[in-house]
């Protein structure tokens, strides 16, 4: 019988050849084609211009974009996703740099017409380290230049529809969830037991940080960017209360 594997880090079994077939699942390919076209129409983006992708994980949208002739600068603090990018980007001849760097302290060289955090990447931190991350966004983009932001965790989503326990299969491997929805700071963390196709099992705590609009608002105000507009599809429906995902759109 396999032995269990215990771990704090989801992406030791990810790295293990499940992790992109799991992100696939849970964003499909066509959303990603979406998101992107919304991205070079919305913002105007053309070849020549520069995107800096924040918590890029795998590059997505990195690789997307730089297959229209951006020019993009991939950040995430996990070398695997970083590798890969490499990989992809030096057999492709995009014109796309991965880094490997702690997001809210890596100083990119020059300015960004876009920079975007996707994912909900941004609720991995608490208040103090995304107000650190606002900050350095927005001293690397132009005067004008925008900030895009994909979450499912402002409070005015997860308050809707906050479940203590749950269950799903994704990637051949079922996830045995439970959470739980606490304060000071507001968050939710939730408790994933991971068995996989062979029987294996993995746990880890996650955490996510829940923020209101106004919250994020204020945030983005001291860093110098207006919040403009805030989507549940992209650049075609309005964000409304208990819709299960937004995109914040401020501008410099």
Request: charged fraction near 25%; proline fraction near 4%.
């Amino acid at each position: 019988m396999p032995q269990p594997v215990v771990t704090e880090n989801i992406n030791d079994i990810f790295f293990e050849g499940y992790y992109k077939e799991i992100w696939k699942a849970v964003i499909p390919a066509e959303l990603t084609a979406k998101e992107t076209e919304f991205m070079m129409q919305y913002f105007k983006l053309q070849p020549g211009s520069r995107v800096l992708d924040i918590m890029c994980g795998y590059g997505r949208h990195s690789l997307a974009l730089s297959r229209k002739e951006v020019e993009v600068v991939a950040v995430d603090n996990l070398a695997d996703y970083i590798n890969e990018i490499k990989r992809t980007a030096e057999q492709e001849k995009l014109p796309v740099s991965a880094i490997l760097s702690d997001v809210a302290t890596y100083e990119a060289e020059g300015e960004f017409d876009l920079a975007i955090c996707m994912g909900n990447s941004l609720n991995f931190f608490d208040a103090i380290r995304v107000q650190k991350i606002l900050n350095n966004i927005s001293s690397h983009l132009k005067p004008g230049g925008h900030f895009l932001i994909n979450t499912w965790s402002l409070a005015e989503i997860v308050i809707r529809h906050f479940r203590d326990q749950s269950w799903s299969v994704i990637g051949g491997i079922k996830f045995l969830n439970e959470s739980k929805f606490l304060f000071h700071p507001t968050r939710m963390e939730t408790h994933s037991i991971m068995i996989g196709p062979d029987g294996s099992t993995e746990t880890k705590t996650g955490i996510d940080y829940i923020f209101s609009i106004s919250e994020m608002e204020s945030m983005l105000k001291i860093a110098g960017l207006t919040l403009e507009e805030i989507y549940t599809i992209p650049g075609k429906k309005p964000f409304s209360l208990g819709d299960s995902r937004a995109y914040l759109i401020a501008r410099k």
